[in-house]
């Protein structure tokens, strides 16, 4: 299977997809990426489950300092050949995200696309617990669209509707909104 970057510097090139990955859609990837043109232009970017690098090597093309997490090792060959091909400069680390979240610090965009057997409610409600999502940060969750990802303190929730897929965001309110008069 190949797919294509859809913006930024490495536009219309193509990407090699490994066996294991479930790449997004290029309508969900455009949809997502003309949404994050509009509210968070830059910064830095991180993709939970890289797996074919379609959204990570994508937020790399459009100008974001991206990490990318993926534990197949296959699917990490396939990322650093596909950052090469396309000269993306990323960082890729080889690991399982969940047990790699304490250690991976805070960015301004989190994307977590897992695999859809996954307790994906359980993970998103230990991303929102974490301090991945910066302040003034957006957490994106793709998930099917039959899951309704709960609310959560702190974060302002909105559902985007793809076909059979949605996109949950959280948008972390920034350190200022948090200030309350005493």
Do not use: W
């Amino acid at each position: 299977m190949s797919l294509r970057i859809l913006g930024g510097s490495a536009r219309g090139r193509p990407l090699k997809v490994p066996d294991s990955a479930r790449p997004s859609g290029a309508r969900i990837r455009k949809s997502l990426f003309d949404l994050l043109a509009a509210r968070a232009p830059d910064g830095t970017f991180i993709d939970l489950h890289g797996g074919s690098g379609a959204i990570g090597l994508e937020a790399a093309s459009r100008g974001y300092t991206v990490t990318l997490i993926e534990q197949d090792a296959r699917a990490v060959k396939a990322l650093e050949a596909n950052a090469r091909a396309l000269e993306l400069r990323v960082r890729i680390i080889r690991g399982e995200s969940q047990k790699l979240l304490p250690r991976l610090g805070s960015f301004d965009l989190v994307f977590s696309d897992p695999p859809y057997e996954a307790d994906i409610p359980a993970l998103t409600a230990q991303l929102l617990e974490s301090e991945v999502v910066a302040a003034g940060g957006i957490l994106i969750c793709q998930h099917p669209d039959r899951l309704e990802l709960p609310e959560h303190p702190g974060f302002a929730r909105e559902v985007r509707e793809y076909g059979s897929n949605s996109l949950t965001l959280y948008h972390r309110q920034a350190a200022a909104d948090k200030v309350t008069d005493a």
